[in-house]
């Protein structure tokens, strides 16, 4: 690494960016923003926006499933909203599940078809992880 900064791409249309993943094959970089709760699609190749879709508030993780075309997002709020890329601009939420409030830390495994949620210990809630099959 060089310390040399290569550019600044603007996020103007939501605050509060988070979480991250790449779409490589479509030249997308998704972001996860808390206000409003959105994911941004930014082209790589320009920096500029080119989608924008409500998702579950509080988002801390979020991951692409280059294989099935999917993003998966953990929010706080108590839900996994996933989502089906129908092109790089494009995305129709297919399932809004339910989690637990204040479980927004999540893990991703393509090879085993699994995202773990992380269950916080929170008054009578206790610590867990669920497990999820996307396949």
């Given amino acids: 690494m060089k310390n040399t900064l290569l550019g600044r791409w603007p996020v103007t249309s939501a605050?509060?960016?988070?979480?991250?993943?790449?779409?490589?094959?479509?030249?997308?970089?998704?972001?996860?923003?808390?206000?409003?709760?959105?994911?941004?699609?930014?082209?790589?190749?320009?920096?500029?926006?080119?989608?924008?879709?409500?998702?579950?508030?509080?988002?801390?993780?979020?991951?692409?499933?280059?294989?099935?075309?999917?993003v998966y997002i953990v929010g706080g709020q108590?839900?996994?909203?996933v989502f089906e890329q129908k092109d790089p601009d494009r995305y129709n939420r297919?399932?809004?599940?339910?989690?637990?409030?204040g479980a927004r830390t999540g893990l991703f495994v393509p090879e085993w078809g699994k995202l773990f949620v992380a269950v916080p210990h929170r008054g009578e809630q206790r610590a867990e992880v669920l497990v999820y099959e996307t396949r």
Avoid at 38 to 50: E, F, H, R, V
Avoid at 78 to 81: P, T
Avoid at 94 to 101: G, N
């Fill in 15 to 70: 605050l509060k960016n988070y979480p991250m993943a790449l779409d490589e094959a479509h030249h997308r970089l998704l972001i996860g923003c808390r206000a409003p709760a959105s994911m941004l699609a930014i082209d790589t190749g320009t920096g500029k926006q080119t989608a924008s879709v409500e998702i579950v508030g509080d988002t801390d993780d979020l991951f692409y499933d280059a294989g099935k075309s999917r």
């Fill in 78 to 81: 108590g839900f996994v909203d």
């Fill in 94 to 101: 297919l399932a809004h599940v339910s989690t637990a409030p």
